[in-house]
């Protein structure tokens, strides 16, 4: 948008004091934000709104919107019911009422994949919109072998690289526990890493990996298994 002349003005629960989220301590829980974001909304006077995530910030900037009548998107980024359901005894359909409360009266709801945004219209959500991600390519490229991470040169192949966080949700037994030839990497890391590790001591676990780092892990792999 910037490259475009548009000007821009991001809040973020790194603007704001914080606790930690429970069982997701890498999250941190904006305290205080709706007057804070009030005043912010009055002295940039926005003529566009997105809200990214449904957190306290957004929580804030969606009462805001309503209250003041403003136009508003929004966008659905992960499987939050099921998400909650799969640590804590909340059944999913709790956690969608939830995400249709909230997502509902914005304009465009803008989802990843045309299959997700047909899912989520059986579940009762309106206004969806396909909003395909984008890809930095200079970045995330074919590499050669040269570029390998030293911890996958030797391994063998194929590689089955998965990516993301380590978390009951993710569902990675049902990667880990397949039958395949070659090797199972795993990139990031989170709560169920140390259990995993020990229960499926074959597969690599090469923790959490940014920028080039993460993209020669990317390019090192043969197949990306997202389960």
Known sequence: CRAMGHEVEVISPDQFKTIPMPTYPEIRWALN??????????AFEPEAIHIATEGAVG???RRI???WKLPFTTSYHTRFPE???APLPVPPAVGYAFMRWFHNPSGRIMVATESFRQELEKRGFRNLSPWSRGV???LFRPRSEDEVPEALRN???PIWLNVGRVAVEKNLEAFLGLDLPGSKVVVGDGPSREALQAKFPDAHFAGARFGEDLAEH?????VFVFP
Do not use: G, N
Not at 218 to 222: E, L
């Open 59 to 61: 929580l804030a900037a």
């Open 155 to 157: 391994l063998p192949r």
């Open 33 to 42: 934000a709706y007057e804070d974001i009030q005043e912010r909304f009055k």
């Open 136 to 138: 930095d390519t200079d």
């Open 65 to 67: 919107c309503l209250e």
């Open 83 to 85: 998400y909650v359901s």
């Open 218 to 222: 990317f390019a090192a792999a043969d």
